[in-house]
């Protein structure tokens, strides 16, 4: 069963046992990947790959805003980014700890012949290729220019 129908599913049973927290995350869900169909140049059956990206984008949507709105005391509208970022990230792949990206950023650094933050580009390339849906591009950043300084 593909993510749209999983989603699909999903939204009759939330809206049957009446769970609105679970509802606003998955129509937000199904509504980017609508969108991610109708762009121009899409075709009508997105790839996993897609799929995860559209997914990873909306997580840290959520997670900016929260932090936006935490920032301005607005806990109940913090709370609702939270509800459905948690939505979100349960359809997404098991995220990799910090641990096992630097065991990949390392092997990434060797394989390319790294030497200093000049080849930040080809290691994260790599990693990126790698581990895409797996691990936050921040914390592949973080990691790669930590081991290249």
Same mark, same amino acid.
Not at 55 to 66: D, F, G, M, T, Y
Not at 106 to 113: E, F, L, N, P, Q
């Given at each position: 069963?593909? $993510?749209?129908?999983? /989603?699909?599913?999903?939204?009759?049973?939330?809206?049957?046992?009446?769970?609105?927290?679970? %509802?606003?995350? %998955?129509?937000? /869900?199904?509504?980017? $990947?609508? =969108?991610?169909?109708?762009?121009?140049?899409?075709?009508? =059956? %997105?790839?996993?790959?897609?799929?995860?990206?559209?997914?990873?984008? $909306?997580?840290?949507?959520?997670?900016?805003?929260?932090?936006?709105?935490?920032? @301005?005391?607005?806990?109940?509208?913090?709370? /609702?980014?939270?509800?459905? &970022?948690? =939505?979100?990230?349960?359809?997404?792949?098991? @995220? &990799?700890?910090?641990?096992?990206?630097?065991?990949? =950023?390392?092997?990434? /650094?060797?394989?390319?012949?790294?030497?200093? &933050?000049?080849? &930040?580009?080809?290691?994260?390339?790599?990693?990126?290729?790698?581990?895409?849906?797996?691990?936050?591009?921040?914390?592949?950043?973080? %990691?790669?220019?930590?081991?290249?300084?």
């Amino acid at each position: 069963m593909s $993510l749209q129908e999983n /989603i699909d599913q999903d939204i009759k049973s939330a809206m049957l046992s009446k769970d609105g927290a679970r %509802l606003r995350g %998955l129509r937000a /869900i199904k509504a980017a $990947l609508l =969108v991610a169909k109708s762009e121009k140049g899409a075709s009508d =059956v %997105l790839t996993d790959e897609t799929e995860v990206k559209v997914l990873q984008k $909306l997580v840290k949507q959520r997670k900016e805003s929260a932090e936006i709105y935490q920032q @301005q005391n607005r806990d109940d509208l913090y709370q /609702i980014e939270l509800e459905e &970022m948690q =939505v979100i990230e349960a359809y997404l792949p098991k @995220q &990799m700890s910090r641990d096992e990206v630097s065991v990949y =950023v390392k092997d990434a /650094i060797a394989r390319s012949g790294a030497e200093s &933050m000049k080849d &930040m580009g080809k290691v994260m390339g790599l990693v990126n290729k790698e581990l895409a849906g797996k691990a936050d591009g921040k914390t592949i950043s973080e %990691l790669v220019k930590e081991l290249l300084a």
